[in-house]
């Protein structure tokens, strides 16, 4: 059965108790609470949102962040949100960040499971093995194609054994957890939502070996004792550490923090164009590289390096996405009809008419946008974009940290502080180089590097928030082990991509989504154990 309430309709007295207390409703929050439920263990899920986004209320609040991430007025996929908000990776509201992201879904690779010490990092304390059959069951679930298809390889043996093209899948609709979706979470479990209710504490044991209680805010500042036998934290990677740092009341450090490694490890996908590829004449790209964009879903390729050359040459798994560059784009006039299109709907005839007759007066533009609106079947492709999509490696030093201000419920803020190891610069330009190399001598064509090389602190950010209190096979490595508990705190779990030890460079989602139903099947088990 399935109860949806906010905390401010209940009293400061009405005790609250559940088997597991998940904190975030988001893909991570939602994933551990079907596995639970499915089981028949009761779980209670804390929102800090409600149903819907208040836009002017509904952002969880940060001190921000010292780099800047995409342009809000290209993210035609948030275009549900005021532009002010299209940015803002904090969003408060039933369904977490799904209500944001732009629907690509992809796996990590097994080498990014590896101990690459040649990197500086050791690696996940679990390998592609033992996540593998949740990336199936949950690609199953939510109707994606995951499985790479022979055509691909057999693209590749051709090409060249040194190159491979991984692809993730795209959804033209990206999926949205909202209130509906708690169809699916109904099961022999009993699963409760309390909207609008801020975790502003952690309270722990006297030995600190547990978690007793959360202490939270209702909409009116009334505060409220939740306690559970386990208490699951899904709240993405600012908002996790930010609340362990600020729950300081018994340990100065924090909850977990004994070893200051909380916050630490801040990792994201850099991104950036960093050149064009201009393939030979005979080159024919494996299918995919051209996606139909008129199916719900499509796979969308891209290009790297193999993993036998990455490890033989010591660099990170970056990632190039060839975009297509149509020979009528070249000379298309986007500034002009850009206003156009502003003059039609203003219905300003004298100035949409004027804007008309100055792109007249250049045949090459015109004939650009006849060919744009007419256009049947494949285009000619004048070059390919090349677009890096970056493995950030893990740097200690880039991390998530508490500033003196508070938010409105007396929680300090965060800031974001990513620093880049003084390797990475020099890594990623010997894997654009190297790359060029190899698609040359395979005679599929040439890259050419743009004339002022961008530096790593010019590249815009994914918002995929990663590392800050990541997996590891001992304390002294990370904040969680191989099943997402807290190193000391057997009753405190972390499903977040917060865990993630290294990113590769897939969007995390589906990884998250897989590492949380594989944290909430772990949860079942311990508290089937735990009640017999």
């Not at 390797?423 to 894997?431: A, D, G, H, P």
Request: aromatic residues 8%; charged residues 20%; negative net charge.
């Amino acid at each position: 059965m399935i109860s949806i309430a906010a905390l401010h309709d209940l009293t400061s007295d009405t005790e609250i108790h559940a088997s597991v207390v998940i904190v975030g409703s988001g893909f991570a929050g939602q994933e551990v609470a079907r596995a639970l439920v499915e089981k028949g263990i009761d779980t209670l899920i804390l929102e800090a949102g409600g149903p819907n986004m208040d836009q002017s209320a509904g952002i969880a609040e940060t001190a921000g962040s010292e780099k800047t991430s995409t342009n809000p007025k290209t993210m035609k996929f948030n275009k549900h949100l005021s532009p002010e908000l299209r940015n803002n990776v904090q969003v408060q509201q039933f369904g977490g960040l799904s209500t944001l992201w732009s629907g690509k879904w992809k796996a990590l690779e097994p080498c990014d499971f590896y101990n690459r010490e040649d990197l500086g990092h050791a690696g996940w304390p679990i390998d592609y093995a033992d996540i593998e059959p949740f990336y199936r069951g949950v690609a199953k679930d939510f109707g994606l194609d995951i499985q790479r298809p022979s055509s691909y390889r057999n693209e590749e043996a051709k090409v060249s054994s040194d190159l491979k093209f991984p692809f993730h899948i795209e959804e033209k609709n990206p999926t949205r957890l909202n209130s509906s979706s708690l169809e699916v979470l109904d099961g022999p479990g009993n699963l409760d939502v309390l909207f609008n209710s801020f975790v502003v504490n952690i309270t722990q044991s006297d030995d600190l070996g547990s978690v007793t209680t959360l202490q939270v805010k209702d909409k009116t500042g009334v505060m409220h004792n939740i306690s559970a036998e386990h208490f699951v934290l899904a709240i993405g990677g600012i908002q996790i550490p930010r609340l362990l740092l600020a729950s300081n009341k018994q340990s100065p450090n924090g909850v977990g923090n004994t070893n200051d490694l909380v916050g630490r490890y801040f990792m994201d996908h850099p991104k950036t164009k960093v050149g064009r590829f201009i393939p030979s004449g005979e080159t024919v790209l494996p299918n995919g590289f051209h996606p139909d964009k008129t199916s719900d879903q499509f796979q969308q390729l891209s290009i790297s390096l193999s993993n036998t050359v990455l490890e033989h040459d010591g660099l990170p798994n970056h990632n190039a996405y060839l975009w297509p560059v149509y020979g009528h784009s070249l000379n298309y006039p986007h500034d002009e009809m850009q206003s156009l299109k502003a003059e039609i709907k203003k219905r300003n005839v004298v100035a949409m008419f004027s804007s008309i007759f100055r792109m007249a007066m250049h045949p090459k533009k015109v004939g650009a946008v006849l060919q744009n609106i007419l256009k049947k079947g494949p285009l000619p492709i004048s070059h390919y974009s090349l677009m890096m999509y970056l493995e950030q490696l893990p740097n200690p030093e880039s991390r998530v940290l508490l500033v003196d201000t508070q938010d409105q419920n007396g929680v300090p803020r965060a800031q974001v502080k990513q620093q880049f190891l003084p390797s990475e610069e020099r890594l990623l330009w010997r894997f654009v180089e190297k790359l060029g190399r190899v698609i040359q001598e395979a005679g599929l064509g040439k890259i050419e590097i743009e004339n002022v090389k961008p530096t790593l602190d010019e590249f815009s950010g994914a918002n995929h928030f990663m590392g800050t209190t990541r997996m590891s096979t001992d304390p002294d490595g990370g904040v969680v082990d191989a099943n997402c508990t807290v190193w000391g705190i057997d009753n405190l779990h972390i499903a977040s991509a917060s865990v993630f030890p290294t990113g590769g460079n897939a969007n995390p989602t589906l990884s998250l989504v897989a590492l949380s139903r594989r944290l909430g099947h772990h949860l079942a088990e311990l508290c089937s154990v735990q009640e017999n």
